[in-house]
């Protein structure tokens, strides 16, 4: 399930992971999808995407390179069967 975190002002975006790449878009623009190599690169693809709409073609010309987004934390998933299999090793100890 895509997760929906919060960008810049509380603009929250959509982003999953599909066939080793990461893919979202802002939530309050659904049609406006990017696609990057990486997670990080994801999420300055989606600030860029933002500040472009929210500002005008004409400001982005003069301002500088978009600063890079506080990096935010990979969900991580975990194997249950891993999960048990690790803890019953541990408490045989």
């Keep these: 399930?895509?997760?929906i975190l919060p960008l810049m002002h509380a603009t929250k975006y959509i982003?999953?992971?599909e066939e080793g790449r990461w893919h979202g878009h802002?939530?309050?623009?659904?049609?406006?999808?990017?696609?990057?190599?990486?997670?990080?690169?994801l999420q300055i693809k989606l600030c860029s995407l933002h500040?472009?709409?929210?500002?005008?073609?004409?400001?982005?010309?003069?301002?500088?390179?978009?600063?890079?987004?506080y990096p935010m934390p990979?969900?991580?998933?975990?194997?249950?069967?891993?999960?048990?299999l690790l803890s019953s090793m541990v408490n045989d100890l």
């Design 15 to 17: 982003m999953w992971e």
């Design 74 to 84: 990979r969900r991580i998933t975990t194997n249950t069967r891993l999960e048990r």
């Design 26 to 41: 802002l939530k309050d623009h659904p049609d406006i999808l990017a696609q990057a190599e990486s997670f990080e690169d």
């Design 51 to 69: 500040r472009d709409l929210t500002t005008g073609p004409s400001d982005r010309r003069s301002s500088s390179p978009p600063p890079k987004p």
């Design 1 to 3: 399930m895509p997760a």
